[in-house]
Every structure is written in C-alpha cells, then in structure tokens.
C-alpha cells in the first residue's frame, strides 16, 4: 500500500526554489517514491530520525546541502516533505 505525500507551503515554496537553482528534481523524485512505497532509502541518502524539537521527524539527504524531512504519525510513516537549497 502506497502513503500519500501530505506537503505543506513551506515545501512547495522551497521546491519552487529549487527550480529555480537547476537542481535534479528526478533525485528528489526517487526518493519520495521510495518512501511512499515504504521502501528502504539507499545508504547514500543518510537517513536518520532527528532529535529535539525535531523529534518524530526523519531526514534524508537528497545532495550535499539538500535535505528532505518527513514526519512520522502514530505507526504508519506518512511523509511529510521539506526541502532546505
């Protein structure tokens, strides 16, 4: 069963930005894909869950200086997407 991406405008201003830069969007794409598919992310991509005020939220790096976010609801993993350039 696949989840659904639930983004916010956040994200959707950040990707915009991202456009803008010229950055690969097909990376970004794969790994959403992955984790809508509840896949395992590859060993490149670094995931780890965050800490402090962070806490409940996993990262994932999709460049160097390019992170992804997601957020984790009760059992099921929903992926909440965030995107710093």
């Known amino acids: 069963m ?3 991406l639930l ?3 956040v994200f959707e201003r950040d990707l915009r ?3 803008k830069q010229g950055k690969d969007l097909d ?3 794969a790994i959403v894909n992955l ?8 060993g490149r991509c670094h995931p780890h ?4 005020n962070w806490a409940g939220h996993q990262d994932c790096h ?3 200086h390019w992170l992804l976010l997601k957020r984790r609801r009760f059992t099921l993993c929903c992926p909440r997407a965030f995107c710093f350039g």
């Open 62 to 64: 999709v460049e160097p």
């Open 35 to 42: 984790l809508q598919a509840q896949e395992q992310l590859p």
């Open 17 to 19: 930005r991202v456009k």
């Open 2 to 4: 696949a989840l659904d």
């Open 27 to 29: 990376k970004l794409e």
């Open 7 to 9: 983004t916010t405008t």
């Open 49 to 52: 869950p965050l800490r402090g």
